[in-house]
């Protein structure tokens, strides 16, 4: 594996990361509800009747927030090599994924490894098992067709 040392941006990674952790230990300290965005999603559709407002306000600063910050300079660009309707399977297979996992990255990785939830630990090791080695398959066929 080679390093692109010009788009190597720690920083940034550890400010982002900072910032996640922030907004998920204050919504729990404000709501007691635990910031897992596939389940916040969900709720808002659904029409949750406990004062769901905040779960629109959360979701809306997800999307202002990378709107905004999609303009910044990064140092890259993001690209997608695939078909808009790839993308948007893909997006429902994700979508279905986490249901099935009853929660998401940011509900098991961020906020459930951090309260030691065994159930967290299990889920995580098995979409970052499964991204590994979706990676690897998709690694050895790009070099098998080239």
Do not use: K, N
């Amino acid at each position: 594996m080679i390093i692109d040392w010009a788009q190597f941006t720690p920083g940034a990674s550890l400010g982002g990361g900072a910032l996640i952790g922030l907004a998920a230990a204050l919504l729990y300290v404000v709501t007691g509800r635990i910031a897992g965005v596939s389940g916040i999603f969900g709720e808002a559709l659904r029409g949750a009747r406990d004062g769901g407002g905040w779960r629109w306000a959360f979701l809306v600063g997800l999307a202002a927030a990378s709107w905004v910050l999609g303009g910044q300079p990064s140092g890259g660009e993001g690209r997608f090599d695939v078909p808009l309707p790839v993308l948007f399977v893909a997006g429902l297979l994700t979508g279905y994924g986490t249901r099935i996992a009853r929660g998401c990255t940011s509900g098991h990785g961020v906020c459930g490894l951090s309260r030691l939830s065994p159930r967290s630990l299990v889920a995580v090791s098995c979409f970052m098992g499964a991204g590994m080695v979706t990676v690897a398959v998709l690694r050895w066929l790009s070099a098998v067709q080239a």
